[in-house]
């Protein structure tokens, strides 16, 4: 992958002639030149680095072109970094910055000359693709492999031989793929199957394909396999052959000639007015779709199009074409996933020994329910001595290298990375950087985006901002299937993801192998000569203390010692970019190094114990996120205003003492209108002698998307709506008072930002602010404290977007009623804290979407709200710090008239506050279960309160 760091470099080339190169005339020509040489160079590379795997040649100038890349990168940022040197103030400062600048003449001649010696390499090796070119023009774009083993053989295709012996966990999915398919209208539909590969969704298929239902139902059943590969005339050839044998009619004579709109012509021609099943599978991309979909007709014969595809935009584009169904594909359950492998790893017993147990689910365990490395691995384990458990165990320990080096394994590789070869560039960089991650753990939304903005990744797009176009990666990578979500927001967005651990292991082989990152942990010590970005999972060996880590971008520590933070810290990082030390543990002192590297762009000491940020941060310019959540820093001082690259200003922590869930921000510092590029900023309190002017300054930070305030007071509150108003990108805002009755003035905010959907405010309200109930985008809104006069239902229930809302002891309830067709798309409630509450009513017809409902410290509530039955879309119900009566009825007497209502429900959960945490008993129902006497009951302990977790 040598096409990112080529355009990577491009655009520093082009940044160093706009700024830089004025002052060394002599060389301006040589670089433009260079720029040119690479720009025709790249569009090459797309071609070079599909042949990578095939062609010795071709990889080892793919790796010339990146490391030269990587050279010349450093030296430009290296010449970069000569002009950013702070001498201070006074005499001694204008006497050092007068010999600075003399060692700095000499020190950018040097990196001129260096500049001009890379450039020449890099030009030479360039110049080789000239070659290459007439080579693959020669041989007819063919490249033989070098490989003594000749190309790998897709074994994809024995998913379409499998014995049912094979199969595990395939009957419920398979059964309602037929029912799809076999139900439903008259009119032609498509059911799409989609999941990462080596799901078996071919497998799956293949299954529903065979069954006698099925071939009993469709008079025409096609099967064709795509690949990345595929040229449509030849798939459309091959569709059109297959369905003229099973008419018994011959092939039309011009069809090795005939283009494409011919050939689905007659392919219609064939199908009209006949039942037919036509099976894509493996589709990648949508223009594949698009290519052979006006071949099936629509005549109300109950016709169906089924695809497989590892991308949901296939499957969304199919389905907004043709109407249907989409079916995720889902890894096997732990019981189905122990089944297969016993099955496949002792064919004799299908019984896994006692003594090799424990070691085969932690082998398992890495497949993460995906049955080709299921499979796989089995097979080469099943050849194994039972009794060396040694063996077993070196597997085990070394599986990663075990799949790389076994070629029984290597398709699991290979199939893998298919998606990862599919990648535009710009989306490899991002796929390569999740290596740097703990494996196992989720990774949050937000910290990734940031990242690969501070990373360089994220090309500029106009009207958009770059974490706007980092999301769109993100998206990107999901609709791939190469990261999976693992929580979302009530409103519905990705809140945190993970890469699945085979996955992963390609990214950290890819990684290592194009020296793109390194990664330090339990069975890699070691990490090699040429590293850019280096993740440490374990202590910092002694024995590295002498390596290079001068050409060093990005450094992550995770689950390490403060010691080994310092010994790496102690290295040469002028050129580190992003430095990232979150959960250090006993970290409590912000490191003096990290003021000296003037190239930092991401700085996070989230969730350590640092208590203070140093005056010296303003030499960090270029530092675009400080994420210091989760730490015990108060105070930011003044020189945090010369940081004015910040687009990220986390400070803020939280503390949960039973019912009582406190937030602690900072004390901002004068001028912070001036960072005029903060998109978000949290918390800040504003109760200092100096808050009105603080109030007024935010007005200026024009590009917020987040403003978070703490401790408002009331004759503030005017100062604030002005500048809310003219915050037109917000799209969150957080309001705390500074007392718990001390009235929060929000009234006059004439003009609220448009983009506004989530709005938190906590404090006493004389009345709803006027602007809430009109603000359409709302979805999100928490009141907490409010103590309103007037019910604030009757203004909120028309709002068409308000999908979750939280009310803490906002009006004096005693009957909360819910009147028919309110809150239309409202899906979650917290209720918290109304002690005069004595019942709750929801007519016929309200909240259509409702899925959660939360009631806790209600005291006087004794009956489930009535008309609840009418919920039927309510998945789960919670009850904390209730009345005794309501309890029992839910937790004894399943015949009573409260218990019959909230049958239909199918998580139940009820529980009170005990020695600092949640005491939680629950009733799970599903399917057929939920309304019976049948039910499960089980604890849990959680800190936070339900209500605001």
Not at 478 to 492: C, F, I, K, P
Not at 565 to 590: E, G, H, I, T, Y
Not at 721 to 733: F, H, P, Q, R, Y
Not at 787 to 806: G, R, T
Request: net charge positive; hydrophobic share 35%; proline share 3%.
């Amino acid at each position: 992958m040598a096409e990112g760091p080529v355009t990577f470099l491009l655009n520093k080339l082009s940044s160093f002639l706009d700024s830089e190169i004025h002052i060394f005339r002599n060389v301006q020509e040589e670089v433009i030149d260079l720029r040119d040489e690479l720009a025709r160079t790249k569009a090459f590379l797309r071609t070079a680095d599909s042949l990578v795997e095939s062609n010795e040649q071709v990889q080892v100038w793919v790796e010339q072109i990146r490391d030269l890349a990587y050279q010349m990168e450093d030296v430009l940022d290296e010449f970069k970094l000569l002009s950013v040197e702070d001498h201070g103030d006074g005499l001694h400062g204008i006497l050092c910055k007068f010999g600075g600048n003399i060692r700095n003449l000499k020190a950018r001649y040097r990196a001129i000359n260096d500049l001009q010696r890379v450039s020449s390499r890099l030009k030479s090796v360039c110049e080789g693709h000239k070659r290459l070119r007439q080579k693959f023009r020669r041989a007819g774009q063919h490249v033989q492999s070098n490989d003594g083993d000749g190309p790998w053989q897709d074994h994809r295709s024995d998913a379409l031989l499998l014995d049912k012996t094979d199969l595990v966990g395939i009957e419920e999915p398979k059964r309602l793929l037929v029912q799809h398919l076999i139900e439903g209208p008259a009119k032609r539909e498509v059911i799409s199957v989609v999941g990462m590969g080596g799901l078996g969704k071919t497998t799956l298929v293949k299954q529903v394909y065979d069954h006698p239902a099925i071939k009993k139902h469709f008079a025409i059943r096609v099967w064709v396999t795509f690949s990345t590969s595929s040229k449509t005339e030849e798939l459309l050839k091959e569709m059109l052959q297959k369905i003229a044998h099973q008419i018994r009619k011959p092939a039309p004579k011009r069809v090795d000639t005939s283009n494409s709109d011919w050939l689905k012509m007659m392919i219609k021609g064939c199908l009209l007015n006949r039942r037919y099943l036509i099976i894509l599978d493996d589709v990648w991309h949508v223009n594949k779709w698009d290519a052979v979909k006006y071949a099936f007709p629509n005549d109300g014969c109950g016709s169906r199009v089924m695809l497989t595809t590892r991308k949901a935009d296939v499957a969304s584009a199919s389905l907004a074409d043709f109407g249907g169904k989409r079916y995720d594909s889902k890894p096997l359950a732990d019981e189905e996933s122990w089944k297969l492998f016993c099955r496949k790893t002792f064919p004799g017993n299908n019984t896994c020994p006692s003594n090799l147990e424990e070691t085969c689910k932690t082998i398992l365990s890495k497949c993460e329910g995906l049955p080709l490395p299921i499979v796989a691995i089995s097979g080469v384990l099943a050849s194994k001595d039972m009794r060396r458990i040694d063996e077993w165990d070196l597997v085990r320990r070394t599986l990663r290298a075990e799949i790389d080096g076994n070629d029984r394994l290597k398709k699991i590789n290979k199939v893998l990375s298919l998606s990862f070869n599919d990648l535009p560039y710009y989306l490899k960089s991002c796929f390569l950087h999740l290596s740097v991650f703990p494996e196992g753990h989720g990774i949050e939304r937000m910290r990734l985006i940031r990242l690969w903005v501070a990373e360089g990744f994220v090309e500029t797009k106009e009207g958009r901002t770059l974490e706007e176009v980092a999301e769109g990666y993100l998206k990107e990578l999901l609709n791939r299937s190469l990261l999976q979500v693992t929580d979302t927001t009530s409103d519905g967005r990705v809140k945190e993801c993970r890469i699945h651990h085979l996955l992963q292991q390609i990214a950290i082989q890819k990684s290592k192998d194009q020296h793109f990152a390194a990664r330090v942990d339990e069975q890699n010590a070691s990490w090699p000569d040429k590293v850019r970005r280096l993740s440490i999972h374990n202590r910092f060996q002694s024995s590295h203390k002498d390596r290079s880590l001068s050409q060093l971008r990005s450094l992550f520590m995770s689950g390490v010692e403060k010691s080994s933070v310092k010994a790496a810290l102690l290295c040469v990082l002028k050129l580190l970019a992003v430095l990232d030390l979150q959960a250090v543990p006993n970290l409590r002192k912000f490191p003096v190094q990290v003021v000296e590297m003037y190239s930092l762009r991401y700085l996070s000491f989230r969730y350590t114990e640092v208590e203070t940020v140093p005056s010296s941060i303003g030499k960090l310019q270029n530092l675009e996120t400080l994420d210091l959540k989760h730490t015990y820093v108060t105070d930011l001082p003044i020189e945090i205003m010369k940081l004015q690259r910040l687009r990220h200003l986390l400070v803020y922590r939280y503390e949960t003492i039973s019912y009582s869930h406190s937030k602690y921000g900072f004390r901002t510092p004068a001028d912070i209108g001036s960072l005029q590029y903060l998109q978000k900023l949290c918390y800040i309190e504003a109760d200092d002698e100096r808050s009105h002017a603080l109030m007024e300054d935010i007005g200026k930070l024009t590009q917020l998307r987040r403003l978070c305030i703490l401790k408002l007071k009331k004759e503030d509150g005017a100062a604030l709506c002005s500048s809310i108003a003219k915050l037109t990108n917000l799209v969150a805002l957080s309001v705390s008072s500074l007392e718990d009755d001390e009235v929060l003035d929000l009234q006059d905010l004439s003009s609220p930002p448009p983009l506004l959907q989530r709005i938190y405010l906590k404090g006493r309200l004389l009345a709803i602010p006027h602007w809430i109930p009109t603000l359409e985008s709302i979805v999100t809104l928490h009141l907490r404290l409010c103590c309103l006069k007037d019910d604030p239902l009757l203004s909120l229930q028309n709002l068409p977007n308000l999908v979750h809302v939280e009310l803490e002891k906002v009006y004096n309830w005693k009957i909360l009623h819910f009147s028919a067709k309110g809150f239309k798309k409202l899906r979650r409630l917290g209720l918290d804290n109304f002690q005069e509450l004595r019942g709750i009513e929801v007519e016929e017809g309200a909240l259509p979407s409702f899925v959660k409902l939360i009631i806790q410290r209600c005291k006087l509530l004794q009956n489930v709200p009535s008309g609840i039955e009418y919920l039927t879309k309510l998945k789960v119900l919670e009850f904390f710090d209730v009345h005794d009566e309501l309890v029992r009825k839910l937790e004894h007497d399943d015949q009573s008239e409260d218990y019959r209502k909230v049958a239909h429900i199918p998580e139940l959960r009820y529980g009170s506050w005990t020695d600092g945490g949640w005491d939680v008993k629950s009733v799970q129902r599903t399917g057929e279960e939920a309304g019976s006497s049948h039910s499960g009951n089980g604890r849990s302990r959680s800190e936070l309160p339900p209500c605001w977790k």
